[in-house]
């Protein structure tokens, strides 16, 4: 299992178990003198936590970071940084009835025809715990990128199940426990959701991440384009099963004349390239969408089999994420910084200025 590592220059390393005794990052290439303290990486990690409202898994993970090492008086030194993550909440008995079962739409059947071995502690490296060390991880390129051009990385749901959840606001998006930027939708969700969880489904959403202030220029032509590396992270997040950017797959119905964003002296008319053009930005913002599946992990009963092969019925007991696109938005904008800051150290690193 090798490939635990993220970015070329800034380079995050990913460690650690859902149920072992704790996980965290390895953040190198991070340059000195930003100033870096617990807070602002404790701030990310709030948003994705699980158990904060009753649409989201009831795990209670207090994911509590600790900084231990590259931060010296509240500045990086240019040192790697540990990010360590305690696991509180090592309530294995969730997982017990699945050891030998595998179930459909989950890592258990692949992981095994893999490793030939489950871990019986909940999805080992498959568990989308290991996200949370990308979060603290992306704190870090989020707070760079600010401190640097301004950047600002956001996101929100525009879609959960059949629900259109239309762009009102960005100041919307704090106030509700699903992302949306209309908070008016948010009784529809709760209704939709509370319905999903008696019934013991699951559902898949769409999120939405956007960068604003990246300066043009970032990306390569050919290997290192910026749109390949921002699909690469995101389909390296767990239930991921589509990336799109800027109009994505709508391009497919669109004439030159209405996709091609026309250049005015003062700048571009549209954005249907998502800030991208022949892989390198083009200091319009960067616009990615997500397709997320619906959870595997469901109390209704489905065909599997078990390790022996014979035909089994699967039900998932235990606290899981009815919609795990709930909360992957900040793990999904952590990832759009980790990238942006890559690939704005390698233009520095060749082209030395912007
Ligand atoms: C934030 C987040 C939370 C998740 N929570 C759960 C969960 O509670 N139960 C579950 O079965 N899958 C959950 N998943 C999805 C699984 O991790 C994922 O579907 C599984 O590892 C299989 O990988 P794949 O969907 O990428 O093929 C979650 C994913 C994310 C991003």
């Known amino acids: 299992m090798s490939a635990n590592t993220l970015g070329s220059l800034f380079r ?37 936590r699980p158990g904060t409202s009753r ?63 489950r871990d019986p502690r909940g999805g080992g490296r498959s568990s989308a715990r ?19 051009f301004n950047t600002v990385i956001r996101g929100y749901m525009s879609q959960l199940g059949p ?16 992302y949306a930027a209309d908070e008016s939708v948010v009784p529809e969700l709760e209704a939709f959701m509370d319905a999903l969880r008696k019934d013991g ?9 956007v960068a604003e202030g990246v300066p043009a220029g970032l990306g390569e032509p050919i290997y290192g384009r910026l749109d390949a590396d921002i699909a ?8 991921v099963k589509g990336v799109e950017i800027g109009d994505g797959f709508e391009s497919v119905s669109q004439r030159g004349s209405e996709h091609g964003d026309a250049i005015l002296p003062d700048g571009f008319a549209s954005n249907h390239a998502g800030g991208i053009l022949g892989g390198i930005s083009s200091g319009q913002d960067i616009r990615v969408s997500l397709a997320i599946k619906p959870t595997s992990s469901i109390r209704i009963k489905r065909p599997s089999i078990n390790q022996q092969g ?28 980790i990238v942006l800051m890559d690939q704005a150290l390698r233009q520095r690193a060749q082209c030395g200025q912007w």
């Open 55 to 117: 649409h989201v898994t009831q795990r209670q993970e207090a994911d509590q970071v600790e900084i231990l090492s590259g931060v010296y008086e509240g500045k990086t030194t240019g040192a790697p940084i540990a990010l360590l993550i305690r696991n509180t909440d090592q309530r294995s008995k969730d997982y017990g009835n699945l050891l030998d079962t595998f179930r459909p739409g989950h890592a258990d059947y692949t992981y095994w025809r893999k490793y030939q071995h």
């Open 163 to 178: 629900i259109v959840i239309p762009f009102k606001s960005w100041d919307d998006v704090p106030n509700n426990p699903f």
């Open 12 to 48: 995050v390393t990913n460690f650690g178990e859902s149920h072992g005794p704790a996980i965290g990052a390895v953040v190198d290439g991070c340059p000195p003198g930003l100033e870096l303290s617990v807070e602002d990486i404790q701030l990310e990690l709030d948003r994705r």
């Open 130 to 148: 290991l996200t949370a060390p990308t979060v603290a991880a992306g704190a870090i390129a989020k707070k760079w990128l600010a401190a640097e």
């Open 310 to 337: 014979e035909a089994i019925e699967v039900q998932t007991l235990g606290r899981h994420d009815p919609c795990v696109g709930i909360r992957a938005t900040p793990i999904a904008e952590a990832l759009l910084a």
């Open 201 to 209: 489904d699951s559902i898949g959403a769409r999120i939405e991440v």
């Open 232 to 239: 690469y992270a995101m389909m390296g997040l767990n239930a």
